[in-house]
């Protein structure tokens, strides 16, 4: 059983220099409330690896906005404009990363593939410096899995064994990361007793997840 | 009636019944409001929904169901709510009966280059590699020009989204069809003719004498 | 929608020498109507792909055992010593795979990935006449990717979009083998009217499923 | 008390609180029965189970929930259903904290084989490589001899399951422990001298003057 944590104790388990993982697509199924406990804590040096870096007002879009981020991987930037002014301002790192690679690189970090053998980003920028294989007559880039050091989720529902369920498209990337952070916290929208989620109904099984936040007051 | 709208319209009557489609955000995302009335068609959008709905009336929208804009949507009877992995699971692997997508440039291989301007504009690629790589058809809808430069071009300038040959082309001006012979006028733009369709494009084009006027739904 | 077929119906559509992934393990979750249609049809020389062969009077078993299938690809034949003596007399092929690389080359059949890279079988029998691949000094086994004529699915509740649902131990290699068939018959406890499974339960998109079984009488 | 007796109470010592243990099937699932009442281990079953519980009272058994051997189980609060994917990802990524597994041979290198005996016995390698290969502590649960042989010996004569070292083998005699340099006995059984242990391993061992006698659960 897991003792929900609030969220600063979280956010005080996250060093400087740490890569995240964080759930989201343009901040929808984002964990915000942790997003907020790290801006108080205001770590340096982070990387973030999410879909997009939303907007500059909105889930990792603030972290990129207050320093806090030397290193992106993300599929997407186009909607904030400050991760793309620091990027040419030399403060930020870049690795853009087509979405579903991204999402297949995290599945093999958690799963224990070696890599991703995809069709997608052959012969563009995407491909330069990786290395390509020929399987019966294709090419396929070959990706290189990713973790992360945490994995910072949202979700709708969890019990207290941590078995996590999700809602519409704030799904995204939180199962996935779910099986790719050394540490796991969720951000729950409720916590129900144990027994209160039916087996079939469980998307991220409990023994992924670490720690849980407490609910909203 | 304007440019786009006359795009929009003609890139519905490649929506078949029974179909599973992807519209990109902005121009192609206008597909939707030209479809027959009861056409039997699923809408994906990448973030994760199947069965994509209109948007919903005010006061009425759910922060948990976006588009992959981040626009409020709904979901039609018999909507899936589904994670990244799937979501692309679906569209690398051949799953997506059609997206319809934005171009910078197309050139005379059917190569299609929409993600980036180097040095001006890198909001990156989302999901637009893995929906050209793997897309059963890959429609390109786009205006014919842009500050009066073609966009239909020998070898693409910018660089390319993939090096797989798109399936059609739907400017205001014209349908045009990539084949292994080269690109290949199948429709005149309404009142347009095929003059004014060569003058307008800076690839060489294939143009039957017959290539019949445009039906728009 | 999808008019429900019944079995008779959708064995029809199976001809010799298909390629079969049918769901199962041990029998559990096996589409157990399709398999007595298969049965009463006859057709020769069939490839399964399952997870085992389960016992000779249950699931895909009674189809070794009727003589109908000339190969196996599965991960364990143990409990079925009719498979065990027909490939000891030459008169099946059996290819053993570890379990999860087996539904790992399904997956990726059905995503578009190239292949698998994975270290389980590194320097076992399952290695011999393998390309391996060493990344980051680790070495890996190089899988291909499986993919069936045919998906042979059993699930809980379907409604009459194809969408799914799978209780318990009965998901197992299902929801897999649904994105690898190329074309994906269903067998449905039960079938549920548009709308009943919310977005959120569904596990195998309707899009994925060409056609149901209607329900047992 | 019987030999497999003595092993499974002495493997049940190994489980940790708060882990996910796989017990395969035969020896290694009485390990169960010899746990401390209360004691919070979630145990997966590969075939889809997280929180596999007891058998069912008679007559409550249900078709779609077993565990790999195919017998009814029950799944206790907290439980989680999985699919193949899930179920092999949490093996294959380092999820799983501990496997227990029958064994035919284990050498001095710390290898397993157990999963056939050519042209004698081939039932497939079912998930025993994947277990072997992605779970983070390797348990071999055996009796120390077959028909007068030991299992224990120079090296492997039987294909192997993986090349990686396993962490323990509990056996009625004696527990081991592969290292770098060779196997080390680290208990006695309950009234075995290092004497009897010796002659019944045809492998080097490593035997400290103040092995202890096992403690059993």
């Known amino acids: ?123 563009t920028l995407v491909a330069e410096g990786k290395q390509t294989i020929e399987i019966d007559g294709e090419t396929f880039l070959i990706e290189k899995p990713i973790r992360g050091d945490f994995a910072l989720l949202a979700c709708e529902r969890a019990d207290y064994v941590g078995n996590l369920e999700y809602t519409l498209t704030a799904h995204n990337f939180n199962p996935i990361m779910a099986l790719a952070g050394e540490t796991v916290i969720a951000e729950p929208h409720h916590i129900v007793p144990l027994g209160m989620i039916p087996p079939d109904a469980v998307k991220t099984p409990g023994v992924l997840v670490d720690h849980l936040l407490e609910r909203a007051h | 009636m304007d440019a786009k709208e006359i795009i929009a319209r003609r890139v519905a009557r490649e929506v078949r019944p029974g179909s599973l489609v992807n519209l990109g955000i902005g121009l192609p995302s206008l597909v939707a409001n030209h479809l027959p009335q009861g056409v039997n068609v699923f809408f994906q959008a990448e973030n994760g929904v199947i069965g994509l709905g209109a948007r919903p009336p005010e006061g009425m929208e759910d922060e948990n169901l976006t588009d992959a804009g981040g626009g409020f949507v709904t979901a039609v009877p018999g909507a899936a709510s589904i994670d990244s992995a799937m979501s692309f699971g679906l569209i690398r692997g051949g799953h997506l009966d059609m997206t ?101 494009t800076a690839a060489q084009l294939i143009t039957p004498e017959d290539a019949p006027e445009m039906v728009l739904a």
Chains 1, 3 share one sequence.
């Not at chain 1, 199924?29 to 500059?56: C, E, F, K, W, Y």
């Not at chain 1, 400050?82 to 040419?88: A, D, F, P």
């Not at chain 2, 180097?118 to 690629?125: A, E, F, I, K, L």
């Open chain 1, 1 to 123: 059983m897991k003792k929900a944590l609030k969220p600063a104790e979280a956010a005080e388990m996250i060093p400087d220099g740490a890569v995240l993982l964080v759930g989201g697509f343009m901040g929808v199924g984002s964990p915000h409330r942790l997003i907020d406990a790290i801006l108080t804590r205001g770590q340096r040096d982070l990387t973030i690896v999410n879909n997009d870096t939303a907007m500059p007002d909105r889930g990792v879009g603030r972290l990129v906005c207050a320093g806090l981020v030397s290193k992106v991987i993300t599929s997407h930037i186009g909607l904030n404009p400050v991760t793309q002014q620091k990027m040419i301002a030399g403060e930020i790192d870049v690795e853009l990363v087509p979405q579903g690679t991204l999402v297949e690189r995290i599945r093999a970090g958690g799963v224990g593939l070696g890599g991703v053998l995809t069709a997608t980003g052959v012969g």
């Open chain 2, 100 to 200: 319809v997508l934005g171009g910078l440039q197309v050139d005379a291989r059917g190569y299609l280059a929409n993600w980036m301007v180097p040095g001006r504009m890198v909001p990156g690629m989302g999901g637009a590699m893995d929906l050209v790589a793997g897309a059963r058809r890959v429609l390109v809808a786009m205006v014919h020009t842009a500050r009066g430069e073609s966009k239909i071009v020998p070898e693409c300038t910018l660089p390319l989204t993939a090096t797989r040959r798109v399936s059609l082309i739907v400017t205001e001006l014209a349908v045009i069809e990539p084949t292994d012979a080269g690109l290949l006028l199948r429709e005149r733009g309404p009142g347009v003719d095929v003059e004014t369709i060569r003058a307008a």
